[in-house]
């Protein structure tokens, strides 16, 4: 009898970018992510949080940060997210610490109109999450985790020189944000354990950090690549922005 022959499953392409800030966001590196998506062409598609920046409702905010615009930062944050969901198949959003704001301000606000503004925001965000069929995630260090094959993304829960080594040692193989940085490390292990700190989308010099020396690793980037089902593998690869350009390749070819 002639042997079966096996069929392969086709990888699952995906984009993975976050750190936008809302009306913080870098208008040149949005522009570029959408043009190489829209050649990449995306199965899978993750943002990977602090879509919004809600300094505004910031504990412990100031005078400025309070007086700042929450509608400017809402409509900047859903015009993106509109954008980047409408590539794939597959859509993600993983709240980060600011996109969080919101939803601890309703659970911990003395002011009863405060509450309902932020159970507003909150029905706001579930309507939008609805309507672009898109699945959202807590900013929480265990349930806040989206697998895809032998790929993990997150947020990022640290953020000091190191935190691509807590992320492998924690997760696995793992995508992340957080940090706004570019950095990559694999743990010595037996099993598999590397981390992607994937850059951010947003205003590298950002008035509220000017007197922050961690802003000098700052980067734009987000990152790219296949999930392999058949053999639980994958290929991540970051794109970074350099001379104010992003040069990357939207063909991924096996030999």
Not at 33 to 51: A, Q
Not at 123 to 140: G, Q, T
Not at 217 to 241: M, P
């Amino acid at each position: 009898m002639p042997k079966r022959k096996m069929v392969m499953s086709r990888p699952i392409k995906f984009v993975a970018a976050g750190d936008l800030h809302g009306s913080e966001q870098d208008d040149k590196t949005v522009k570029a992510l959408f043009s190489f998506m829209t050649e990449f062409k995306p199965d899978l598609v993750v943002m990977i949080g602090d879509l919004w920046d809600f300094k505004a409702i910031r504990k412990g905010a100031g005078e400025e940060e309070q007086a700042s615009s929450l509608q400017e930062d809402w409509v900047a944050g859903e015009e993106f997210l509109r954008g980047f969901f409408s590539f794939g198949d597959d859509r993600i959003f993983l709240r980060g610490n600011h996109d969080e704001r919101i939803f601890d301000l309703a659970q911990n606000a003395r002011s009863g109109v405060a509450r309902d503004y932020a159970n507003d925001g909150i029905e706001n965000i579930e309507s939008l999450m609805k309507e672009l069929r898109a699945r959202m995630f807590p900013y929480d260090s265990v349930s806040g985790v989206y697998s895809c094959g032998s790929l993990k993304f997150v947020h990022g829960y640290g953020h000091a020189m190191h935190a691509a080594k807590q992320h492998a040692d924690a997760y696995g193989n793992v995508l992340f944000g957080h940090t706004h940085a570019i950095d990559y490390f694999k743990s010595v292990s037996i099993d598999s354990r590397e981390a992607w700190n994937i850059g951010c989308l947003s205003n590298l010099a950002p008035s509220y950090n000017r007197n922050n020396m961690r802003r000098m690793r700052w980067q734009h980037g987000f990152a790219y690549g296949l999930i392999h089902l058949e053999d639980k593998s994958h290929d991540v690869f970051l794109a970074k922005q350099r001379g104010g350009k992003f040069t990357i390749p939207t063909q991924v070819r096996s030999f």
